[in-house]
């Protein structure tokens, strides 16, 4: 005799089945989504570590570099090389030569202050502004020695960067008869001479 199926029962069981595996389901679901969440933010923050490390890192070598330079950056302040330009510095050392070795002709006038062309500029020395003034230089004077020695002079003695563009001598006087220069001859020699002096400021925005 056999004993009667009941539907029921079979169907409650596939329905508490079917709940359970979506259950199931969900929880893997959820767990690989939480999985994959909590990988991406454990990348983020190793990302944002290493980023914050690397900026610590900058820092402090900034730092060494400035205590390194720190010397050499009062050193170029104070010879107006950084920062504002000093005429009033080559115009007494001029006047200082002059009088030291008795030069009585001496004339010089300093261009106006221009601002040289970035684009000309090494892209590392983007944040700086480089200014020139152009000194012009006329002086009678006795043999070259005189204007190799004023030249050491404003080198070594005036505030600033300078470099000697240009420098041109004429004879003024010499023996007709021979064309040397007279032994007793004063102020042989006249001297024009075009320097560059240059300054260095932080540019704007840098």
């Known amino acids: 005799m056999y004993?009667?199926?009941?539907?029921?029962?079979?169907?409650?069981?596939?329905?508490?089945?079917?709940?359970?595996?979506?259950?199931?389901?969900?929880?893997?679901?959820?767990?690989?989504?939480?999985?994959?969440?909590?990988i991406s933010e454990n990348s983020l923050m190793i990302r944002k570590m290493r980023s914050w490390s690397a900026k610590i890192d900058d820092a402090n070598r900034d730092n060494q570099i400035l205590v390194l330079h720190e010397n050499t950056f009062k050193v170029l302040v104070e010879n107006s090389v950084i920062g504002d330009e000093n005429r009033l510095s080559w115009v007494e050392?001029?006047?200082?030569?002059?009088?030291?070795?008795?030069?009585?002709?001496?004339?010089?006038?300093?261009?106006?202050?221009?601002?040289?062309?970035?684009?000309?500029?090494?892209?590392?020395?983007?944040?700086?502004?480089?200014?020139?003034?152009?000194?012009?230089?006329?002086?009678?004077?006795?043999?070259?020695?005189?204007?190799?020695g004023i030249m050491e002079s404003l080198r070594n003695e005036a505030k600033g960067l300078v470099a000697i563009d240009k420098c041109d001598l004429e004879l003024i006087n010499k023996d007709i008869a021979g064309g040397y220069i007279l032994a007793d001859a004063e102020h042989s020699l006249t001297a024009h001479c075009e320097l560059s002096w240059y300054t260095l400021k932080r540019a704007d925005g840098a």
Not at 9 to 14: G, I, L, P, Q, R
Not at 17 to 28: D, E, K, Q
Request: no cysteine.
């Open 3 to 38: 004993k009667s199926f009941n539907f029921l029962a079979v169907k409650n069981s596939m329905i508490f089945f079917v709940i359970v595996l979506v259950s199931m389901t969900a929880v893997v679901v959820l767990s690989g989504i939480y999985q994959s969440n909590a």
């Open 93 to 148: 050392v001029v006047q200082k030569f002059a009088d030291t070795r008795k030069i009585p002709s001496v004339k010089y006038s300093v261009a106006s202050q221009v601002m040289l062309d970035k684009r000309a500029l090494d892209k590392q020395y983007k944040g700086i502004d480089v200014y020139k003034s152009v000194m012009s230089l006329d002086m009678k004077i006795l043999h070259e020695g005189d204007l190799f």
